[in-house]
């Protein structure tokens, strides 16, 4: 079993910073992918941002210049950094990570449970 815990969400001005952390724990070899998707109310989860084993970064067009991925990989965390942040970034932030588990022919593809962002005008 992975489990996948966010933290950091919270209420922030628009303009304003905040830095989401997920730390993954269970059976875990190797995470090689960890992503932030948001979701908003009537609409799909979109993905915000990915970050690949290699170090391969990719970005929603929306968020770039704004948000930085990054990975701890040692602690097995994944950080999200959201900078001049729009009232148009509030949603529910979820961290997914695929992981190759100590069973090393077995993956995971596990999601966490979710961080309300809210950024006021």
């Known amino acids: 079993q992975v489990y996948l815990q966010e933290s950091g969400g919270g209420l922030v001005q628009a303009g304003g910073s905040l830095r989401l952390s997920c730390v993954a724990s269970g059976s875990i070899f190797r995470i090689n992918r960890m992503g932030w998707y948001r979701q908003v109310p009537g609409k799909q989860r979109e993905l915000v941002a990915a970050?690949?084993?290699?170090?391969?970064?990719n970005y929603a067009d929306s968020v770039k210049g704004r948000f930085s991925i990054s990975s701890d990989n040692a602690e097995n965390t994944g950080y999200l950094q959201m900078n001049s942040l729009k009232p148009d970034d509030t949603a529910v932030y979820y961290c997914?990570?695929?992981?190759?588990?100590?069973?090393?022919?077995?993956?995971?593809?596990?999601w966490g449970q979710g961080t309300l962002v809210t950024v006021s005008s």
């Open positions: 997914n990570a695929y992981i190759q588990t100590l069973n090393l022919d077995a993956y995971a593809d596990a």
């Open positions: 970050l690949t084993d290699g170090g391969n970064a």
